[in-house]
């Protein structure tokens, strides 16, 4: 089983609407989580943090589940500017190795 | 600059030919990291170094790949008798080292490795 997985999509929907990406993780030793988003032959950027408390920033909506191993991203009113691939990423702890999924693809169609 | 420099951008080779490639990191981030990047792949963790030295070298896929950081500045990915399997993007990315922010990934463009 890999560490991380994700639906690689293409989730393909209409501007202004709202979509949901998950993740699993299978290390349950796993303290950090992130995701990246991955414009076309761009290199990935850190798009937010991922909180036990879950957290918001604008129309994007980061939730954890510690105990189904299991992170989601919400995009809601998306823009034609949200069309990338997200990756889900994990870490045990401090300095290991931060873990990617394969990544999500999102179209934002006009 | 301010960012993550790669060079070279990209890279055709032949196979069985030895390669190097070079990453700068971010001026005085301390941990530093190599990945790539297959067609429709997440980045694949290689090795990380604190300063000068390899944290975690277990992501290197055989003894035909080998990263140094001489001075805990800049790194260089060396990978001996290429095969075509080892075609790929090459990502350096760096990072404060600092508690908390680990997350915080700073990558270069990559290097976009071609092996005929």
């Known amino acids: 089983r890999k560490e991380v997985e994700q639906d690689p999509g293409p989730f393909n929907v209409p501007e202004g609407a709202t979509v949901a990406f998950n993740c699993t993780y299978s290390?349950?030793?796993?303290?950090?989580f992130f995701w990246y988003r991955q414009d076309c032959r761009k290199e990935p950027k850190l798009l937010m943090s991922?909180?036990?408390s879950g957290n918001e920033d604008g129309r994007f909506t980061a939730q954890l589940n510690r105990a189904s191993q299991y992170i989601s991203l919400l995009i809601r009113d998306s823009k034609l500017s949200d069309s990338a691939t997200y990756l889900c990423?994990?870490?045990?702890?401090?300095?290991?190795?931060?873990?990617f999924g394969k990544g999500t693809r999102l179209s934002v169609i006009a | 600059g301010a960012g993550v420099s790669q060079t070279p951008s990209n890279k055709v080779t032949e196979k069985g030919k030895y390669v190097e490639l070079r990453c700068d990191p971010i001026?005085?981030?301390?941990?530093l990291y190599w990945y790539r990047q297959s067609l429709g792949q997440g980045p694949e963790f290689l090795i990380y170094?604190?300063?000068?030295?390899?944290?975690?070298d277990s992501g290197l896929p055989n003894d035909r790949f080998f990263a140094v950081r001489p001075e805990g500045s800049v790194s260089t990915l060396k990978i001996q008798r290429t095969e075509r399997g080892d075609s790929a993007v090459y990502l350096c990315?760096?990072?404060?080292?600092?508690?908390?922010?680990?997350?915080?990934?700073?990558f270069g463009e990559g290097s976009r490795l071609t092996v005929l």
């Open positions: 990315a760096s990072s404060s080292g600092l508690a908390g922010g680990q997350g915080e990934l700073f």
């Open positions: 170094f604190q300063g000068t030295g390899a944290a975690d």
């Open positions: 290390n349950s030793a796993s303290q950090s």
């Open positions: 990423v994990v870490a045990k702890s401090g300095n290991t190795p931060l873990v």
């Open positions: 001026s005085g981030h301390t941990a």
């Open positions: 991922v909180y036990s």
